[in-house]
């Protein structure tokens, strides 16, 4: 057998494997619990409406106080200037 078709019919059934392990998973699996974290977003990266804007990437300055972006749960206050809530 040729090296290439070695590595290809591996490759196609590694994908199978994956795909099979993926579907038998609950889907409460994959899901993770988020959380708002405020004041450490990048412009125009925000996750979502801020008190001065309705769209998500609307911030127009780093760090912005009302800003915020959903990280993993127990995350954000693991983070220097970050908060919970948003800042005045």
Excluded: R, W
């Excluded at 412009?43 to 804007?53: I, P």
């Excluded at 749960?73 to 800042?87: M, N, R, T, Y």
Aim: glycine share 8%; hydrophobic share 40%; charged share 20%.
């Amino acid at each position: 057998m040729k090296k290439s078709t070695v590595i290809a019919h591996t490759a196609l059934a590694s994908l199978f494997a994956v795909t099979v392990m993926t579907a038998s998973m609950p889907v409460e699996a994959g899901k993770k619990k988020m959380e708002k974290c405020y004041g450490i977003v990048k412009a125009g990266q925000n996750d979502c409406q801020t008190s001065n804007s309705a769209c998500a990437g609307t911030s127009e300055v780093d760090g912005k106080p009302t800003a915020f972006i959903a990280l993993p749960k127990g995350s954000c206050e693991k983070i220097v200037g970050a908060s919970l809530k948003p800042k005045a």
